[in-house]
């Protein structure tokens, strides 16, 4: 079965302080990978999608990146954290082929002080 | 482009009784629809989905119909219980494999 890992669970970071947010799936091959942030009281906003390794689509301009250096791991990195970056990271994957459906992880919660 | 509208909250229910959850979209193809749901300090779980107009998702004793002509996609229970409590998003997924999510509507039920 298809499982999705997301670590860590919980980071508290200061402002200015660098961000690594891992997230590999197991069990399929070829996923379409999503990271979301959601904000406090907010809705889900995509951050970025991959169809591919090296492949990153961004969606929102920011000081956050992505990078995809195996088939199913999705990383998402900062090198200067801000306090607007705090909120609840979300990855998702996909199976390539018409199945249509998000499976999310069980997110990462970012807390910038 | 695409989006999505959900009913904001919070809503506030006594035990057993009957939601409904509003959510309209905007899309120019045929959208899929969903319902994902979201437990406290949890990631999102697909509830439902409809493919096309007409179809009923049904999970759990929630359903919700793709309306193609009121663009809506309402969620619905008959009778709620405490362990419902979440937030629910509603989304749609166009043929670019991007998906939309509205802001999502908090949902307590007291005993």
């Known amino acids: 079965s298809q499982t999705i890992h997301q670590w860590p669970a919980t980071l508290v970071q200061p402002v200015g302080s660098p961000l690594s947010l891992e997230c590999t799936v197991e069990?399929?091959?070829?996923?379409?990978l999503y990271w979301y942030r959601q904000a406090a009281g907010r809705g889900l906003q995509l951050l970025f999608y991959?169809?591919?390794?090296?492949?990153i689509s961004s969606e929102v301009p920011q000081n956050l990146s992505a990078s995809r250096p195996q088939d199913r791991q999705f990383i998402l990195s900062s090198k200067k954290l801000l306090l607007s970056d705090s909120g609840f990271y979300l990855c998702a994957w996909e199976l390539r082929r018409g199945a249509n459906v998000l499976t999310f992880g069980a997110g990462s919660r970012l807390t910038v002080l | 482009g695409d989006s999505v509208t959900q009913m904001e909250g919070p809503v506030t229910l006594s035990e057993e009784a009957f939601l409904t959850i509003n959510c309209t979209y905007t899309?120019?193809?045929?959208?899929?629809l969903f319902w994902y749901v979201q437990y406290p300090g949890e990631g999102l779980q697909l509830l439902l989905k409809a493919t096309k107009a007409d179809d009923k998702g049904s999970n759990k004793g929630f359903e919700a119909t793709y309306r193609k002509e009121t663009t809506s996609f309402h969620l619905e229970k008959g009778s709620v219980q405490v362990s419902d409590s979440a937030v629910y998003f509603c989304?749609?997924?166009?043929?670019?494999?991007?998906?939309?999510f509205g802001t999502g509507t908090s949902l307590t039920v007291i005993p």
């Open positions: 069990g399929t091959s070829n996923p379409n």
């Open positions: 899309a120019t193809g045929y959208p899929s």
């Open positions: 991959s169809v591919g390794i090296g492949q």
């Open positions: 989304a749609l997924s166009d043929t670019g494999n991007q998906f939309y």
